[in-house]
């Protein structure tokens, strides 16, 4: 009688599926992550791949992998180190020994390491595990690429399309390990492969064998039970930080009732953004795909002169291109919407990586004194919020608005409830027809309130006018070449966005009341940061968070918070520009510093020792 399966129930797992750039690990984890999703567990995944389009097979260079942080609980990060992983090649695990837990079970394809695969990741013997150290870990030994071919013979497939199907098979072994039920991925792989019945049916075929095969051998390792929770009532989906950007676009400018223009060129890691709304014709939006980053935001400017809610997408690299056309918007003071997907630098730097290195380059880099917003989502599903309230200060206070996210929250997901729309506060653009003064009107006549200029688009009788990149005068709009008006002219530009100020919400501190230390972060650090008070506070310590999303200008009560507390530690994924800027506007602000500049998320526990050494000295 065959030994029955240990069960282990946990709150949280984190499983890491890893292999080469062709192995399928990401759409692999993708599928696991949504069987999460459905089966009522929080979720939150980081996807990492390697910068080339096809990296040499076996290398270390070409590991792709996907991580998922899964619980029955509200879950933040993708998790430091795996529970599970599933190691497709020796590269894989060789790569992958420093995110294991010491007890964690490592599913590996037998077929793929035989002594050239070995070699290909610079073993020194036969035995990689004994060699990496990794004597506690539990391991799964299958020879998975030759089960999947035998098992899809009846297909007809030629050995490369066969041999392609073996992701499948490690997701259904994993689906066995944590009792997941397969009817949801079969009809995730009919509906991807829709266009190739044949394709989908062995693919179906492989994720039945791999589940098959863990029933059989279920004595030999622990299975995990994470159970579900209760949500609120609505319709959920499963979202990255590009996607939600992207519907956070489409639902400003539906409240604005505008329609929504992007003109953008592809790069990496944004060029999701322009994919997504490319497929949005059926609500009505319109995208350009330019020649280069600079024509990129050229249509988008004409466009908001146009009367868009215009937009357009980059990365660092695609920023710094477009920065003379940035001042641009700025003198001409129209509404633009710069989405800029953060990645490793400087120059091409780390293409697929993530950083945070663009925020002085965003709030400071034009000529002149080129005053706009600076916006910063924190979660994937955050950029949709992020997203929205980009639009409507462009529209509302007629200035471009830089919103950063980076490429960590950019790929990775989570479950995410659709919002009501109704919910989420109105967008007014400052149409000429508001205008009450008794002067003529003027192309830079302004709001008295919001030193907005009124937006008048071209076609309407009686408003026509002219702006461009030349300084016009305060009262006449006329070009103006004249001293006092120049200085006239950019005081008022700064000032219209300092008001700003008066119309976001002020910055909330989240944990202990009496904290004895201020985590302070912004941007898509916000899960790890959340996390480590946690745990710190699990430890006894009394810690708080204060997460910025509005960066520029800051909430009116940033300085009051931040110089409440004895000891604050800013901390970022860069060389300290977050602080540094905190100090040029906060005088007598002068907080600890963590820096990290990996390209890669923090790591939990390695803040909460950074943390509780500033705590306790």
Same mark, same amino acid.
């Given at each position: 009688?065959?030994?029955?399966?240990?069960?282990?129930?946990? !709150?949280?797992?984190?499983?890491?599926?890893?292999?080469?750039?062709?192995?399928?690990?990401?759409?692999?984890?993708?599928?696991?992550?949504?069987?999460?999703?459905?089966?009522?567990?929080?979720?939150?995944?980081?996807?990492?791949?390697?910068?080339?389009?096809? /990296?040499?097979?076996?290398?270390?260079?070409?590991?792709?992998?996907?991580?998922?942080?899964?619980?029955?609980?509200?879950?933040?990060?993708?998790? *430091?180190?795996? !529970?599970?992983?599933? &190691?497709?090649?020796?590269?894989?695990?060789?790569?992958?020994?420093?995110?294991?837990?010491?007890?964690? @079970?490592?599913?590996?394809?037998?077929?793929?390491?035989?002594?050239?695969?070995?070699?290909? =990741?610079? +073993?020194?013997? %036969?035995?990689?595990?004994?060699?990496?150290?990794?004597?506690?870990?539990?391991?799964?030994?299958?020879?998975?690429?030759?089960?999947?071919?035998?098992?899809?013979?009846? +297909?007809?497939?030629?050995?490369?399309? &066969?041999?392609?199907?073996?992701?499948?098979?490690?997701?259904?072994?994993?689906?066995?390990?944590?009792?997941?039920?397969?009817?949801?991925?079969?009809?995730?792989?009919?509906? $991807?492969?829709?266009?190739?019945?044949?394709?989908?049916?062995?693919?179906?075929? =492989?994720?039945?064998?791999?589940?098959?095969?863990?029933?059989?051998?279920?004595?030999?390792?622990?299975?995990?039970? @994470?159970?579900?929770?209760?949500?609120?009532?609505?319709?959920?989906?499963?979202?990255?930080?590009?996607?939600?950007? /992207?519907?956070?676009?489409?639902?400003?400018?539906?409240?604005?009732?505008?329609?929504?223009?992007?003109?953008?060129?592809?790069?990496?890691?944004?060029?999701?953004?322009?994919?997504?709304?490319?497929?949005?014709?059926?609500?009505?939006?319109?995208?350009?795909?330019?020649? %280069?980053?600079?024509?990129?935001?050229?249509?988008?400017?004409?466009?908001?002169?146009?009367?868009?809610? #215009?937009?357009?997408?980059?990365?660092?690299?695609?920023?710094?291109?477009?920065?003379?056309? @940035?001042?641009?918007?700025?003198?001409?003071?129209?509404?633009?919407?710069?989405? *800029?997907?953060?990645?490793?630098?400087?120059?091409?730097?780390?293409?697929?990586?993530?950083?945070?290195?663009?925020?002085?380059?965003?709030?400071?880099?034009?000529?002149?004194?080129?005053?706009?917003?600076? @916006?910063?989502?924190?979660?994937?599903?955050?950029?949709? !919020?992020?997203?929205?309230?980009?639009?409507?200060?462009?529209?509302?206070?007629?200035?471009?608005?830089?919103?950063?996210?980076?490429?960590?929250?950019?790929?990775?997901?989570?479950?995410?409830?659709?919002?009501?729309?109704?919910?989420?506060?109105?967008?007014?653009?400052?149409?000429? #027809?508001?205008?009450?003064?008794? #002067?003529?009107?003027? /192309?830079?006549?302004?709001?008295?309130?919001?030193? &907005?200029?009124?937006?008048?688009?071209?076609?309407?009788?009686?408003?026509?006018?002219?702006?461009?990149?030349?300084?016009?005068?305060?009262?006449?709009?006329?070009?103006?070449?004249?001293?006092?008006?120049?200085?006239?002219?950019?005081?008022?530009?700064?000032?219209?966005?300092?008001?700003?100020?008066?119309?976001?919400?002020?910055?909330?501190?989240?944990?202990?009341? !009496?904290?004895?230390?201020?985590?302070?972060?912004?941007?898509?650090?916000?899960?790890?940061?959340?996390?480590?008070?946690?745990?710190?506070?699990?430890?006894?310590?009394?810690?708080?968070? =204060?997460?910025?999303?509005?960066?520029?200008?800051?909430?009116?009560?940033?300085?009051?918070?931040?110089?409440?507390?004895?000891?604050?530690?800013?901390?970022?994924?860069?060389?300290?520009?977050?602080?540094?800027?905190?100090?040029?506007?906060?005088?007598?602000?002068?907080?600890?510093? +963590?820096?990290?500049? $990996?390209?890669?998320?923090?790591?939990?526990?390695?803040?909460?020792?950074?943390?509780?050494?500033?705590?306790?000295?």
């Amino acid at each position: 009688m065959a030994e029955e399966a240990k069960v282990m129930t946990l !709150d949280k797992v984190v499983v890491r599926f890893s292999g080469d750039s062709g192995d399928g690990m990401q759409l692999t984890g993708t599928i696991f992550s949504n069987l999460s999703t459905i089966f009522g567990n929080e979720i939150s995944t980081f996807p990492d791949y390697p910068a080339e389009v096809r /990296a040499p097979q076996g290398m270390l260079s070409s590991v792709s992998g996907f991580q998922v942080h899964l619980g029955s609980r509200k879950i933040f990060t993708p998790g *430091d180190k795996a !529970d599970v992983l599933v &190691a497709m090649n020796p590269a894989a695990l060789k790569v992958n020994v420093k995110n294991l837990k010491p007890d964690s @079970i490592v599913i590996i394809d037998t077929d793929s390491f035989q002594a050239s695969d070995l070699q290909k =990741a610079l +073993f020194q013997t %036969d035995d990689p595990f004994t060699e990496l150290g990794l004597t506690s870990v539990q391991v799964v030994a299958a020879p998975i690429t030759t089960m999947v071919k035998d098992g899809l013979a009846e +297909f007809g497939l030629d050995n490369k399309s &066969a041999v392609r199907c073996k992701n499948m098979f490690a997701l259904g072994l994993v689906c066995w390990l944590f009792e997941r039920p397969l009817e949801e991925a079969m009809n995730m792989l009919q509906n $991807k492969f829709a266009k190739k019945p044949t394709i989908a049916k062995a693919n179906t075929k =492989a994720l039945t064998d791999g589940y098959n095969y863990g029933h059989n051998i279920h004595a030999s390792v622990s299975t995990y039970r @994470i159970e579900g929770k209760k949500s609120t009532p609505g319709f959920y989906t499963d979202v990255n930080g590009n996607t939600a950007t /992207a519907y956070g676009l489409i639902a400003a400018a539906e409240k604005a009732g505008l329609q929504l223009f992007l003109g953008s060129y592809p790069i990496t890691p944004a060029t999701e953004i322009l994919q997504e709304l490319a497929k949005r014709k059926d609500l009505g939006v319109v995208t350009v795909q330019a020649e %280069d980053e600079i024509a990129g935001i050229c249509t988008a400017i004409g466009a908001s002169f146009a009367g868009s809610l #215009a937009a357009t997408s980059t990365s660092g690299p695609g920023l710094a291109l477009k920065s003379e056309a @940035i001042g641009l918007a700025v003198i001409a003071e129209l509404p633009l919407v710069i989405v *800029d997907v953060q990645r490793g630098g400087p120059s091409t730097g780390l293409p697929t990586k993530s950083e945070q290195g663009d925020l002085l380059q965003s709030l400071y880099g034009r000529n002149g004194e080129s005053p706009l917003v600076v @916006i910063a989502a924190s979660t994937p599903s955050d950029c949709f !919020d992020a997203a929205y309230w980009a639009g409507k200060i462009a529209v509302e206070h007629m200035t471009p608005v830089i919103l950063l996210t980076d490429g960590f929250i950019a790929n990775s997901s989570t479950a995410w409830r659709i919002p009501e729309l109704e919910e989420y506060p109105s967008i007014k653009p400052n149409y000429v #027809a508001n205008y009450k003064g008794e #002067a003529p009107w003027k /192309a830079y006549r302004r709001d008295k309130d919001t030193l &907005a200029r009124y937006w008048a688009t071209p076609g309407m009788e009686g408003f026509t006018h002219r702006i461009g990149g030349l300084e016009k005068d305060y009262d006449t709009s006329a070009i103006s070449t004249e001293p006092v008006n120049h200085q006239k002219m950019v005081m008022t530009r700064q000032a219209k966005v300092d008001k700003v100020a008066d119309y976001i919400p002020e910055l909330e501190v989240l944990g202990d009341t !009496d904290a004895e230390l201020l985590i302070v972060g912004w941007g898509g650090t916000y899960g790890h940061l959340y996390e480590a008070m946690e745990q710190m506070q699990e430890n006894g310590k009394k810690v708080a968070l =204060a997460h910025f999303k509005f960066i520029s200008p800051l909430p009116k009560n940033a300085a009051e918070v931040l110089l409440k507390y004895e000891k604050v530690v800013v901390a970022e994924q860069n060389n300290g520009q977050f602080a540094n800027y905190l100090r040029s506007k906060i005088p007598g602000f002068n907080p600890f510093r +963590f820096n990290r500049i $990996k390209g890669q998320p923090f790591n939990v526990s390695r803040l909460v020792e950074e943390f509780t050494k500033i705590l306790e000295a």
